[in-house]
Each structure stands twice: as structure tokens, then as C-alpha cells.
T-cell receptor
Framework: NAGVTQTPKFQVLKTGQSMTLQCAQD?????MYWYRQDPGMGLRLIYY???????DKGEVPNGYNVSRLNKREFSLRLESAAPSQTSVYFC?????????????FGPGTRLTVT | KQEVTQIPAALSVPEGENLVLNCSFT??????LQWFRQDPGKGLTSLLL?????REQTSGRLNASLDKSSGRSTLYIAASQPGDSATYLC?????????FGTGTSLTVIP
């Protein structure tokens, strides 16, 4: 199994450009998440989707939109990129199994906005 | 809002030493607590998950404990090796979200 995959791995954008980060999981999980990781800040939740067809804001949703395309795929869109969105973005998925909700992470997308 | 703290931020130990990493959280109403390892430039790898009803979990040289009443979890690494050098993060599952600490960067010196 591939687990959680993310594309692209690296991206450089100019201020004002838009892009979509793609995430897919093959574990049949209901819940999916987008995080950003910045030095000294830890991982902060941007948006999450508890199940297909639903999305909710996390701690830092401003400047982002998401789409839960189907059970497998959860995309993150930056409509007008800003230098403050330079970060490493991680997608994760989880599922209740015997009462647990263990999270599995993708390899990350390293985004630089100039 | 759940706040998760990891102390120390960095730790350097000689090879072979046993060590403890600390994680504290402010809201005891957690479903579980998960420990991760992150190597430089890589994603997060799950190490151990402790359900709220459990006190500890073990995997090889790793042992994680959970004390919900005091809002604390520890990750014990026995007989540390240079390959254990990485950043270790804990995450508390509260409500529909996971809240992460900022991590402890561990260096094991050969």
C-alpha cells in the first residue's frame, strides 16, 4: 500500500499565484487533514474532513480552501499565495479502529512563496 | 483549546543512555495520545499510540505512558542509538482534531 501520497513534493510560487496541493490515501479512511509546519510553531491544522462531503476549519484556515473530492482525495488550494504561506504542508488521514484514531502522514509538500 | 507542550526542545545524549521525553497537555478529555518521529526533511512516522483508557504502550526499545489526570505523557527510549537521532512529536486527539507539540530534537552521540 502507498498509504498517504502528496503532490507536488516541492513548489515555488510568486506572490499572487494560485495552486492546488493534492493528497490521496488508499487506506479507506474517513477522516483527512491538512497541516502546515513552520519552525518553532509545530504542526497547525488548516482544514479537516471528518467524512466524505464534509469539511471544517482548523486553527489557521485563512487564505486556504479545501475540497474533499471523494473518500480518497482531499485537496488544498491557495487562491492568492502570500510569502506568509511559505511552509511545509502535510496531509494526513485517520480512521477509528478498535476505538483508536491513529493518524498517518504523507511525505509533505515544501512550498516557497517569493 | 488544547495546548500541548514538549520539554526540552532539544536533547543531546551519549549512545547507550536511557532517556525520557516529556509531553504535557491542558485538556484531559483526550481520545488518545500519539507519538511520532520526524527525520529532517521528511514526514511524520507514527511510533506509539496510547488510548485514553490505557496507561502505557511498548514497542521494542520504546515505552510511552499516559497520565490523563495530570495531563502528561512520556516517551522512554532505552539504550539509545545514533539512529534514534530525530525530532519526536506528541499529538493529543481532542474533539475532531489533533493538537501537536513543537517537538524535542534528539541527538545521540556515538
Amino acid at each position: 500500500n502507498a498509504g498517504v501520497t502528496q503532490t507536488p513534493k516541492f513548489q515555488v510560487l510568486k506572490t499572487g499565484q494560485s495552486m492546488t496541493l493534492q493528497c490521496a490515501q488508499d487506506m479507506n479512511h474517513n477522516s483527512m487533514y491538512w497541516y502546515r509546519q513552520d519552525p518553532g510553531m509545530g504542526l497547525r491544522l488548516i482544514y479537516y474532513s471528518a467524512s466524505e462531503g464534509t469539511t471544517d476549519k482548523g486553527e489557521v484556515p485563512n487564505g486556504y480552501n479545501v475540497s474533499r473530492l471523494n473518500k480518497r482525495e482531499f485537496s488544498l488550494r491557495l487562491e492568492s499565495a502570500a510569502p506568509s504561506q511559505t511552509s511545509v504542508y502535510f496531509c494526513a488521514s485517520s480512521e477509528a479502529s478498535q476505538g483508536t484514531y491513529e493518524q498517518y502522514f504523507g511525505p509533505g509538500t515544501r512550498l516557497t512563496v517569493t | 483549546k488544547q495546548e500541548v507542550t514538549q520539554i526540552p526542545a532539544a536533547l543531546s545524549v551519549p549512545e547507550g543512555e536511557n532517556l525520557v521525553l516529556n509531553c504535557s497537555f491542558t485538556d484531559s478529555a483526550i481520545y488518545n495520545l500519539q507519538w511520532f518521529r520526524q527525520d529532517p526533511g521528511k514526514g511524520l512516522t507514527s511510533l506509539l499510540l496510547i488510548q485514553s483508557s490505557q496507561r502505557e504502550q511498548t514497542s521494542g526499545r520504546l515505552n510511552a505512558s499516559l497520565d490523563k489526570s495530570s495531563g502528561r505523557s512520556t516517551l522512554y527510549i532505552a539504550a539509545s542509538q545514533p539512529g534514534d537521532s530525530a525530532t519526536y512529536l506528541c499529538a493529543a486527539h481532542t474533539g475532531n482534531q489533533f493538537y501537536f507539540g513543537t517537538g524535542t530534537s534528539l541527538t545521540v552521540i556515538p
